[in-house]
């Protein structure tokens, strides 16, 4: 079967699907994944079919608009209507481009921001795709909606109403743009005011989590259509002699190498895409919290890192490696709580300080906490120095964080996401259950 997985968005966004389309592949299927270019060399050193589509993470992210998306710790509301200035001027042609890339597709995977062209390509095609998501979506009393803030004191009632409120503000953000396009482009007509991904939930569509129930317990409510398959990572050959910084093969970095075995395991600081306005404040505030908890430390500088200054002996600025290569060999990891980040870490057994910035962030953030494998997260607007020496010297320092981490690396490395999920797409075309839109 010719599969195209929709993608979007940083390394973290991208990385899973690639892991989810190696998988497939292997499984027999012809795989192809739609994403921006500056992803397209991940795409295709791994084997898989690429497809373009607009837009350049990065550049949007560091321009000003961006910035002060990122910058501005948003509500959900907020949030999204910031996603929607900065993504507006490339919606159309990003959906453009995700129509061509399907034309041949006997079946589509989308994660969340792709869902509604995905739906209006799928009906215009008459081809089945299904949600393929990193975030949850389902209603359940146990946690709230990964895109609004965790409320443990308000209960049950909350968390419910978080999928209603953030579906609706979701519908109503993406809906203006996507209704010109649907009408203009493939003459179908308007979406509705109302959100319907309940009424997708009722038609029993078939969705995949790429997360752990370890991290993400499965509620009682979600219908057995609803699967947690674990996590899709690309696993990087351990090797250091094979594992490029870039994780495309080829040598590691000896800078990095001879770091490693100069001395006791250092703290991993990356805060992924996350830009900021000035990365070299931040960076001296890692360095100083590095220096109060007399820690080794590694600084990623790559894309939205830091950009540290003259750094000590016992810090070392890294442009990129691995984290599956590099996560195991420190002693924890502090980053901003992206879904992929989060997961590389908890994988690796790694006690975690998660510094949020928005959105989903906040959630991994507080499943950290709440699962024991790192302190209590240090929002990104609280950041000192003091706050980040302690809560490395925490994570670092204490047996319960510490045993907790292992044991939860441990779990998650015996799971297998993406043989799961490929014996569940092979289960439901055998019987040809899709559901519906």
Not at 163 to 168: A, I, W
Request: proline share 8%; with cysteine.
């Amino acid at each position: 079967m010719k599969i195209t997985i929709l993608t979007v968005g940083s390394r973290g966004d991208v990385q899973p699907y690639v892991a989810l389309g190696l998988g497939l592949q292997s499984a027999g299927h012809d795989v192809s994944l739609a994403t921006h270019a500056c992803w397209q060399s991940l795409v295709r050193a791994h084997g898989l079919g690429y497809r373009p589509v607009a837009g350049d993470p990065r550049s949007i992210l560091e321009g000003n608009a961006g910035q002060m998306w990122l910058s501005s710790d948003r509500s959900p509301a907020g949030f999204l209507r910031g996603f929607m200035e900065v993504a507006q001027p490339l919606m159309a042609k990003m959906s453009d481009d995700y129509w061509a890339a399907c034309q041949d597709a006997g079946l589509i995977l989308y994660p969340i921001l792709a869902a509604l062209p995905a739906a209006a390509i799928a009906e215009k095609l008459k081809v089945p795709a299904l949600p393929a998501y990193l975030q949850h979506v389902h209603t359940t009393a146990m946690y709230p909606s990964a895109m609004m803030p965790p409320m443990p004191l308000l209960g049950a009632v909350y968390n419910r109403l978080t999928y209603s409120l953030g579906g609706e503000v979701f519908w109503r953000a993406m809906r203006p743009a996507m209704n010109k396009w649907r009408q203009e482009r493939l003459g179908l007509p308007a979406l509705p005011r109302r959100s319907q991904f309940p009424a997708w939930d009722r038609a029993r569509l078939p969705c995949f989590y790429g997360f752990s129930r370890v991290v993400v317990p499965r509620p009682p409510e979600w219908g057995d259509h609803v699967h947690i398959t674990g996590y899709w990572f690309v696993r990087t050959p351990v090797d250091s002699t094979v594992a490029a910084p870039g994780g495309q093969g080829g040598r590691a970095d000896s800078r990095l190498v001879d770091f490693l075995a100069s001395g006791p395991p250092p703290v991993f600081v990356g805060f992924g895409s996350m830009t900021g306005r000035d990365p070299e404040q931040v960076a001296g505030l890692v360095v100083e919290a590095l220096a109060r908890s007399r820690r080794r430390g590694l600084l990623l500088t790559g894309w939205g890192g830091l950009r540290p200054g003259d750094l000590p002996d016992d810090v070392l600025a890294i442009d990129a490696a691995p984290h599956d290569w590099l996560f195991p060999q420190v002693a924890a990891v502090v980053h901003h709580g992206g879904a992929g980040t989060t997961a590389a870490g908890l994988a690796a057994g790694k006690p975690s300080v998660v510094v949020p910035f928005f959105a989903d962030q906040h959630f991994w953030a507080w499943r950290v906490a709440v699962l024991g494998a790192g302190p209590q997260p240090v929002p990104r607007r609280e950041l000192t120095a003091r706050r980040l020496a302690e809560a490395i010297s925490e994570a670092t320092t204490n047996p319960s964080i510490t045993g907790r981490a292992a044991a939860i690396g441990s779990m998650i490395r015996s799971e297998d996401g993406v043989g799961t999920f490929a014996a569940l797409l092979e289960s439901y075309s055998r019987t040809a259950h899709w559901g519906g839109q």
